[in-house]
């Protein structure tokens, strides 16, 4: 996945800001909070990271071309970065960047993803 649709793809999330921080990773955010980056730079840290739940870490970590999220990973979150397709291509991917954007969105308090008017992601019973 190039950054041109890395960010293609991110934009179309709602609710999401970009921002270009850490040494020129362009970083997605929902409600000020982490949910996507790339490095494209071709340095060791070079790929797009993510969040995943306790399973998707232990399984992804281990496949061909993801490894553990530098940083992140070691200090006990669930992330992981996607550094070739050799496991997952780009539509499987978006998949996971989507997943990582609604694990953040979930993980947020009900009042602030009120004043994102993101309730509608939860269903009624959660907007309350």
Same mark, same amino acid.
């Given at each position: ?33 982490? *949910? ?7 340095? &060791?840290?070079?790929? +797009?990271? *993510? ?7 232990? +399984? ?33 991917? &978006? ?15 009900? &009042? ?17």
């Amino acid at each position: 996945m190039t950054p041109a649709q890395f960010n293609a793809f991110c934009s179309t999330l709602p609710h999401t800001t970009h921002v270009v921080q850490w040494g020129g990773a362009d970083v997605w955010k929902v409600g000020a909070r982490l *949910f996507a980056a790339m490095w494209a730079d071709g340095g &060791k840290n070079a790929g +797009i990271t *993510f969040k995943v739940s306790a399973l998707g870490y232990e +399984i992804l970590s281990q496949q061909p071309g993801l490894r553990p999220a530098p940083y992140m990973a070691s200090r006990g979150m669930t992330w992981v970065q996607w550094y070739s397709d050799a496991s997952m291509g780009a539509k499987e991917l &978006k998949l996971y960047l989507r997943q990582s954007y609604d694990l953040v969105l979930a993980g947020m308090p009900r &009042k602030q993803r009120v004043a994102l008017g993101a309730t509608a992601c939860f269903g009624p019973e959660r907007a309350r």
